[in-house]
């Protein structure tokens, strides 16, 4: 199993560019959220999604879309893309809020926004 | 609304000694689980110690070990034996046992240093 594989590594973007942070999982979970971290403060929450076809907002939304089409995608989408969007992203997944309750984390994007 | 709270930006630590990073939540919830996040320079995030609000015991992991206080709402976590691949950005976390999200609480995090 690859676990949670996160691309790109590293994006660096021009103020209003768009563009995708992917991820995807192997381990057939059905829960997978997306989180930011900024210097100085823990994870937050962007997205979240409990299943294929099923996403909600977390703590912080604005700026961004999901969709979950399958259950090992779940993309990431800068509209346009802002300074204020200079962030590491993190992708996790989970087997299901019942049985499993470790979280698995990809290892980030490191995101640029000039 | 959970908030987690690590009042100890930074902590430093001889090789082989202990080290106890504190750590606050609240929440009016009875049932939950609490975290320790390691994360290295690689910048992953790797599970370290979970506990179950339910279990009275403390949870440990070889040299890691927590001390919950249900009523005080603190999980402050003890790395025993310290070694240099122990430094790391440490991440208290908090997670609802109920309803859709899962969503990870997590605090601002405190930077272990350890020194040889």
């Known amino acids: 199993n690859a676990g949670v594989t996160q691309t790109p590594k590293f994006q660096v973007l021009k103020t209003g560019q768009s563009m995708t942070l992917q991820c995807a999982q192997d381990m057939n979970h059905e829960y997978m959220s997306w989180y930011r971290q900024d210097p100085g403060m823990g994870l937050r929450l962007i997205h979240y999604?409990?299943?294929?076809?099923?996403?909600d907002q977390g703590e912080v939304p604005n700026g961004y879309n999901v969709s979950r089409s399958t259950t090992e995608d779940f993309p990431l989408r800068l509209l346009s893309a802002a300074p204020s969007q200079t962030s590491v992203y993190f992708c996790a997944s989970q087997r299901d809020t019942s049985t499993d309750y470790e979280q698995y984390f990809g290892p980030g994007t490191r995101l640029t926004v000039t | 609304a959970q908030t987690v709270t690590q009042s100890q930006p930074e902590m430093s630590v001889q090789e082989a000694e202990t080290v106890t990073l504190s750590c606050t939540y609240d929440?009016?919830?009875?049932?939950?689980?609490l975290f320790w996040y390691k994360q290295p320079p690689s910048r992953q995030m790797i599970l370290v110690i979970r506990q179950e609000a339910y279990k009275q015991q403390n949870a440990t992991e070889n040299r890691f070990s927590v001390n919950f206080q249900k009523a005080a709402k603190s999980f402050s976590l003890k790395i025993s034996d310290s070694q240099l691949g122990d430094a790391a950005m440490y991440f208290c976390?908090?997670?609802?046992?109920w309803g859709f999200g899962n969503v990870l609480h997590c605090g601002s995090g405190t930077q272990v240093i350890v020194l040889p």
């Open positions: 929440t009016s919830e009875s049932d939950y689980y």
């Open positions: 976390a908090y997670r609802s046992a």
């Open positions: 999604s409990v299943g294929a076809g099923i996403t």
